[in-house]
C-alpha cells in the first residue's frame, strides 16, 4: 500500500529537483514519487527517468506539455494511487525523521480503520542567506496527535494560515470534491488549500517540522518584484477564490470564520502588490477588486473592509498608501515571507 503520493511539479528544474527526490524517497515503499514534467527544456525530464529506471516501485514519470504549476499538480492528482497526497515543489524538500514519524502515523490510523481528511504540519522558511529559520507551526491553535474536528480548533494567528506547504489531503477527498487548478496561472497554491475546506471533516495535526520551504532565487514566484509584474494572476486567483463560496453557506461557524480570514489576507496581497507598484492602472485594479467582492457577498465585504487588514489597505491619499506599504514591510519583516 502506498500511504503518501507525493507530487513534485517540474519546470526546468534540473539544478535542484534531485534533493527534493532524495529526501522523499526515504519513505521507501510506503510512498509513490510522481515527477511531473511540465514541459521543461532542460535535463528535468532525463533526470526524472533515471530515477524512475532506479526506484520503479516508487518512482513515476509524467512528461506533458507546459501547463503551469497548477496543471502539473492537476496531473499528479489524477495519477495518485497512494491514499494520501502530497505537493512538493522542486526547490524544496522534506525532513526525512518527520516523514518518517507521518508513516508511522499513517500507519496506525490504517490499522485501526481510521482515516482523515487532512494531516497538518509545520514547515519552515529555509531563507537563503538567514541564519535562524522561521518556523511556522500550529502548536497552540490545533490539538496534537489526535483526530479533530473544526469546532476544536483556535484563534489562528496571520502567519499561522495553513497553506500548501503544510496539508496533506487523503486523495479520494479532493477527487471527489473535484479539485482542479487553472492552468498557466501563479499563486493557485491559494486555491488548492482554500477551495477543499468545506469537504475536510477530520483533521489530524503533528507538531513536525516537515516541509522545508525554499526562498532565496530572484526568479521565485514570491519574489516582490515577481509578484508586482503578475499582479493580475493574484487578482485573478483572489477573484477566483471569492466566487467559490457565499460565506453563509459554510455552517461550522469556526471554519466560516477562517476561510473569511483567509480571503482577507488574500484581499491584502493583492491591494498591497497594486499599492507598491504605484501604478495608477493597477490602484483601480485594487478598488474593482474591493468592488467585486462587494457585489459578489456583501457582508463578508463589510466584515473584512471594515477589519483591520481591510482599513489598512485602504487609507486615503499618499500619505495613507505610504502607511499601508510600511505595515506591510513590517510584517514582512516579522514573518520572513518572500
Known sequence: MKYISFAIPCYNSQEYMAHAIETILTGGEDVEIIIVNDGSKDNTSKIGHEYAEKYPDIIRVIDKENGGHGDAVNYGLANAEGKYFKVVDSDDWVNTESLQNILNVLKKMEE??????????????????????????????????????????????????????????????????????????????????????????K?????????????????????????????????????????????????????????????AIMMTVSSILCIRSKDPENMEKKKELWKYLRQKDKKTFVRIRYGILGQSMNLPGKSGRKISSLAYLLARKIIGFN
Open 112 to 201: 485501526h480503520g481510521e482515516e482523515v481528511d487532512m494531516l497538518i504540519a509545520n514547515y519552515v522558511y529555509e531563507k537563503e542567506g538567514v541564519s535562524h529559520k522561521k518556523v511556522i507551526h500550529y502548536r497552540n491553535v490545533l490539538p496534537q496527535n489526535q483526530i479533530f474536528k473544526w469546532s476544536d480548533v483556535g484563534r489562528f494567528h496571520i502567519d499561522q494560515y495553513i497553506l500548501m506547504h503544510s496539508v496533506i489531503y487523503r486523495t479520494d477527498m479532493l477527487k471527489l470534491c473535484q479539485l482542479t487548478l487553472p492552468k498557466h496561472t501563479f499563486y493557485v497554491d491559494n486555491i488548492y488549500v482554500y477551495y477543499p475546506l468545506p469537504h475536510v471533516r
Open 203 to 263: 483533521m489530524y495535526y503533528m507538531d513536525e517540522d516537515f516541509y522545508r520551504y525554499y526562498i532565496g532565487r530572484e526568479d521565485q514566484s514570491v519574489n516582490e518584484k515577481v509578484m508586482i509584474k503578475r499582479v493580475d494572476q493574484q487578482i485573478f486567483v483572489t477573484r477566483t477564490m471569492i466566487d467559490m463560496y457565499q460565506m453563509r453557506q459554510i455552517s461550522n461557524k469556526k471554519l466560516r470564520a477562517y476561510m473569511e480570514k483567509y480571503l
